[in-house]
């Protein structure tokens, strides 16, 4: 197993240290915002090492939307490489933790359902949209199909 390097960003390590030290029973909203967040696990693309990233929750059915808005800077979030170069991930919600696959969106159809679902579920993303010039991310995490 690859080894996990926190996040340099504090805000970011300390949700995740609380989220997964507490089993998914207490730090579950951002910064006590009372928004819900999950944490996605990925694997960095340049070390190969164990990333947990805090996002907010977006359900759509049993899948998550992962928004790349990073407040709507002028670049992508590092995530995001990662999942672009890696789409296997764990996402916990609270405390079940599930092995997802990710994709990002690409049908401008999908991606505009998905996006007012995101926008409903964060407001602020709206703002982020407006703050940036880039197309902001979006990804499905969907569960692991078992056959059987």
């Known amino acids: 197993m690859a080894e996990y390097i926190p996040s340099p960003v504090e805000w970011v390590r300390k949700q995740v240290d609380l989220y997964e030290g507490s089993g998914g029973t207490q730090g579950t909203t951002l910064l006590d915002t009372g928004l819900p ?3 996605v696990t990925h694997i960095g693309q340049k070390t190969g090492a164990v990333r947990k990233t805090p996002l907010m929750r977006v359900k759509d059915g049993d899948s998550y939307v992962l928004v790349g808005s990073q407040g ?3 670049k992508d979030p590092q995530w995001v490489h990662n ?3 890696n789409g296997e991930v764990e ?3 609270e405390t079940v933790a599930q092995p997802m696959r990710v994709r990002e969106v690409e049908d401008a159809a999908e991606r505009a359902r998905l ?3 995101s926008v409903a579920a964060f407001p602020p993303y709206a703002d982020y949209e407006k703050r940036t010039t880039r197309q902001i991310p979006l990804f ?3 569960p692991l199909r ?3």
Do not use: M, Q
């Open 37 to 39: 967040v999950i944490i």
């Open 91 to 93: 996402i916990r919600d």
């Open 72 to 74: 709507g800077a002028p």
């Open 146 to 148: 078992t056959t059987g």
């Open 83 to 85: 999942l672009r170069g």
């Open 140 to 142: 499905v995490a969907e």
């Open 115 to 117: 996006w007012a679902l």
